[in-house]
C-alpha cells in the first residue's frame, strides 16, 4: 500500500512569494491533516479535511494560508504571499474516517520549506 | 534532512541501556495519547498508544505509562538500539476534538554505541 505522499520534498523560496504543497493521502483514506513544524518546536495542527470539507481549520495561523481539497482526493495547502516565519516542516496525514483516531494517522515525509 | 531543532531537549544513553522519554500533556480531558518517533527527513511513525482508561500499556520493546492525576505520559524503551536514535512526541486527543492532535515539544534520544 503507498504511503501518504508530500510533494515537493524541499522548497526554498523568497519572502514575498507564493508556494504551493501538495499531499496524496493513502486511497480511500476520507480524513485528511496538515500539520507544521517550525523549526525546533512542536508539530501544530493546521488543519483537518473529511472528503473535500473542512472539518476543523482552527489552526491555520492566517490568510496567507489556503488548503483545499477538491474531489476528496489530494489536498493542497498555498502560502501566498510567503514570509520568513512561515519556514519549518508542513506534514499532512490521513486516515480512515470511522476509526479515525483510534486507527492511529499515517504522516507522509513533510515538505521543507524555507523562506529566505 | 530536517534540522530538528537545536532547542530539543536531549537524552543521551549507551546502547543496550533502557530509556525513558517524558512528557507533560496539556488538558486534563484528554481520553488518548500517542508516541510518535520522527527520524530526520522522515514524518512522525505511530509507535504506541493509550487511552485513559489504562495506565499502562506494552508492546514490543515499549512500554507507556499515563498518569492522569499529574498529566503526564512516559515512554520506556527497552534495550536502546542506535536505530532508536530519533526525535520522540507525544500527542494527545481531546472527545470533541475530532481527530485533532496536541503534540508536546518533543525530545531527542541519542544512543550511543
Known amino acids: 500500500e503507498a504511503g501518504v505522499t508530500q510533494f515537493p520534498s524541499h522548497s526554498v523560496i523568497e519572502k514575498g512569494q507564493t508556494v504551493t504543497l501538495r499531499c496524496d493521502p493513502i486511497?480511500?483514506?476520507?480524513?485528511l491533516y496538515w500539520y507544521r513544524r517550525v523549526m525546533g518546536k512542536e508539530i501544530k495542527f493546521l488543519l483537518h479535511f473529511v472528503k473535500e470539507s473542512k472539518q476543523d481549520e482552527s489552526g491555520m495561523p492566517n490568510n496567507r494560508f489556503l488548503a483545499e481539497r477538491t474531489g476528496g482526493t489530494y489536498s493542497t495547502l498555498k502560502v501566498q504571499p510567503a514570509e520568513l516565519e512561515d519556514s519549518g516542516v508542513y506534514f499532512c496525514?490521513?486516515?480512515?474516517?470511522?476509526?479515525?483516531?483510534?486507527?492511529?494517522?499515517?504522516f507522509g515525509s513533510g515538505t521543507r520549506l524555507t523562506v529566505v | 534532512g530536517e534540522s530538528v531543532g537545536l532547542h530539543l531537549p536531549t537524552l543521551s544513553v549507551q546502547e543496550g541501556d533502557n530509556s525513558i522519554i517524558n512528557c507533560a500533556y496539556s488538558?486534563?480531558?484528554?481520553?488518548?495519547f500517542i508516541w510518535y518517533k520522527q527520524e530526520s527527513g522522515k514524518g512522525p511513525q505511530f509507535i504506541i498508544d493509550?487511552?485513559?482508561?489504562?495506565d499502562k500499556r506494552q508492546g514490543q520493546r515499549v512500554t507507556v505509562l499515563l498518569n492522569k492525576t499529574v498529566k503526564h505520559l512516559s515512554l520506556q524503551i527497552a534495550a536502546t538500539q542506535p536505530g532508536d536514535s530519533a526525535v520522540y512526541f507525544c500527542?494527545?486527543?481531546?472527545?470533541?476534538?475530532?481527530?485533532?492532535?496536541?503534540f508536546g515539544a518533543g525530545t531527542r534520544l541519542a544512543v550511543h554505541p
Open positions: 500527542a494527545e486527543n481531546t472527545p470533541g476534538g475530532y481527530n485533532k492532535l496536541i
Open positions: 486511497s480511500g483514506h476520507d480524513n
Open positions: 488538558n486534563s480531558a484528554s481520553d488518548y
Open positions: 493509550i487511552r485513559s482508561n489504562m
Open positions: 496525514a490521513s486516515s480512515f474516517r470511522n476509526r479515525a483516531i483510534l486507527d492511529g494517522y499515517t
